[in-house]
């Protein structure tokens, strides 16, 4: 939300009301300032379909937490099974919309198998970007230790 707000993106969640789902008002409120900063804008939706209506990235994470106790998970499930990625929730977003999420994943919660290994997702180029920029960042601190490390 920070990153796309301040890049000037059009910014949608979902997820189901409340304050354990819904994201932070705080950070709402920061985003907020930054979309009209530069161009953007925010929504907040407990609609899945409404979240994802035109969208140019479907973006999911994991419904689990590690601090989610186990006798909580299917309570969890239910609650999130609405906002699974699917072929029918990928209905309303822009035909090439890509789909993304950070792995691990789990296929039949978050998405569907034929999702996430469909022709739409980017989710392995997605970790292998992930891995380049982590290593860019280790040597940036490594670099700023005093050290020089060999590249």
């Known amino acids: ?21 819904s994201p932070r008002a705080d950070v709402v409120a ?22 994802v209506k035109e969208a140019d990235v479907v973006y999911t994470d994991s419904w689990m937490s590690y601090h989610i106790p186990k006798d909580q998970e299917e309570e969890r499930i239910a609650k999130f099974m609405p906002y699974q990625v699917n072929a029918e929730l990928m209905g309303p977003a822009k035909p090439d919309a890509i789909f993304m999420n950070c792995l691990p994943a789990n296929r039949g919660c978050e998405q569907t198998a034929e999702v996430i290994d469909g022709p739409q997702s980017i989710v392995f180029d997605e970790a ?5 920029a982590q290593k ?16």
Do not use: W
Not at 5 to 11: A, E, I, L, Q, R
Not at 139 to 148: A, V
């Open 1 to 21: 939300m920070y990153g796309g707000t301040k890049m000037g993106m059009h910014v949608s969640t979902g997820s189901p009301a409340g304050a354990d789902y």
């Open 30 to 51: 920061d985003c907020t300032k930054y979309a009209a900063e530069s161009g953007g804008s925010i929504a907040v939706t407990a609609d899945p379909v409404e979240a």
């Open 128 to 132: 292998e970007n992930r891995l380049h």
């Open 136 to 151: 860019a960042v280790m040597l940036m601190l490594c670099n700023s230790s005093g050290t020089n490390p060999k590249v």
